[in-house]
């Protein structure tokens, strides 16, 4: 007996350290879930977004993967989904189960969706051979969802992509755009049970991002910066003919940056088919369409002296301003929809402060300059001066 005793301990410390790898994934508190039908899983591991976690037993042999994935929907009667991509790392070409709630009783069911692009499109066979597919709502608000597919043979680190979203109208809407929305993407290992969040964001990500730079440099501060050097230099005749090349330059240059933002608009939107943020969307063609106008309107400026000169101040003008403003409120509204960090607002909202107040400083400026050029030289103000308030360009 004292003999045997070594020997089974050798034995046991073999047992350990030669049992699967996969077994050891099971840490965290996946590790305490339990579900329904006595159904068990070799490993699982808690997902570093939108607090999911993701279980699953692997047959190498056989490929294949069982799988039960839990999350919480954002709202009661949401959706959940969980997906493997084979092409990327991102939501277009995700071969995906998604449980939603069927029916008037609210009992969910899983459909397969084999997304292209990025809108989801509608149920039906993805690149993996699926079954036992069946999804439940714990009473702790979670959703659980169970599936069995059949991975390539020799399939051993896979692209993962998860997602929750609400239910409106019985149908399944858009998820939000949150920083743990698009993060919500990685690489699983399902022989070691290794999960690494995917870096980067992905190059819709940053189309997303360029798109907002762009629109935010461009109908955001550059036409704002134009149309202040038009407005408030020209009072002062040392600056005359300057204020008149900065003004076109701002302008210009904002134009054709904000072209390049307006087309990365067009085409985030043919890449997102069935996601509209319509809104967003028209103002944003609002705002070409007069920008471009205006760029027009400049070939057909009238001379100063013109009779019909004060009608294309008019327009020019009320054109101008409505371009800035509406510029501005679309680009709080696109932060809006891209969720960004609060820091980038706040940046934005102190450069349009600054370009605020420096209006405000030069309006007094100029008036006090106009008033005492009209009482030294005793002058009727008709706008038309080259001394007097901008009207006119």
């Not at 597919?149 to 949150?178: C, D, F, R």
């Not at 600054?354 to 030069?362: D, K, V």
Request: charged share 10%; net charge positive; glycine share 14%.
């Amino acid at each position: 007996m004292s003999a045997a005793r070594p020997l089974l301990l050798v034995l046991l410390l073999l047992a350990t350290v030669a049992a699967p790898p996969c077994v050891s994934a099971a840490g965290g508190a996946c590790a305490a879930e339990r579900f329904s039908k006595n159904r068990v899983y070799a490993a699982c591991t808690d997902l570093p977004h939108l607090g999911a976690s993701v279980h699953w037993t692997y047959d190498t042999a056989a490929s294949s993967l069982s799988v039960a994935f839990v999350a919480a929907p954002p709202s009661s009667g949401g959706w959940v989904a969980w997906a493997l991509n084979p092409d990327g790392d991102g939501m277009s070409g995700a071969q995906a189960l998604v449980a939603s709630p069927k029916g008037s009783g609210g009992a969910y069911a899983v459909d397969t969706y084999s997304i292209s692009g990025y809108s989801l499109g509608s149920p039906g066979p993805i690149a993996y051979p699926t079954s036992d597919l069946a999804a439940e709502l714990g009473g702790d608000g979670r959703v659980r969802m169970f599936g069995t597919l059949k991975l390539q043979n020799g399939t051993g680190e896979v692209n993962q992509v998860w997602q929750v979203g609400p239910v409106s109208g019985g149908s399944i809407a858009p998820h939000g755009m949150g920083s743990d929305n698009k993060a919500a993407k990685g690489k699983l290992n399902l022989v070691t049970g290794a999960a690494t969040a995917a870096g980067g964001g992905g190059s819709l990500a940053r189309k997303k991002n360029t798109h907002g730079i762009l629109n935010a440099v461009s109908w955001g501060i550059l036409l704002p910066m134009g149309g202040i050097f038009a407005r408030y230099l020209k009072t002062f005749k040392s600056a005359d003919p300057a204020w008149f090349y900065l003004h076109v330059a701002c302008q210009l240059i904002g134009y054709g940056v904000g072209v390049s933002g307006w087309a990365t608009g067009i085409h985030l939107g043919n890449l997102s088919k069935g996601i509209t943020y319509s809104l967003h969307r028209n103002i944003g063609i609002a705002v070409f369409a007069l920008g471009t106008l205006q760029i027009f309107a400049l070939f057909l400026r009238p001379k100063p002296d013109h009779k019909y000169r004060v009608y294309w101040n008019v327009y020019h003008h009320s054109m101008g301003y409505t371009i800035i403003i509406l510029g501005i409120i679309n680009i709080f509204k696109g932060m809006s929809i891209l969720d960004v960090e609060q820091k980038w607002k706040t940046g934005y909202i102190i450069a349009i402060c600054i370009l605020g107040a420096i209006a405000l400083i030069l309006e007094a400026v100029t008036w006090g300059v106009v008033l005492k050029r009209r009482k030294s030289e005793n002058k009727t103000y008709n706008g038309t001066s080259n001394g007097h308030l901008p009207l006119s360009m």
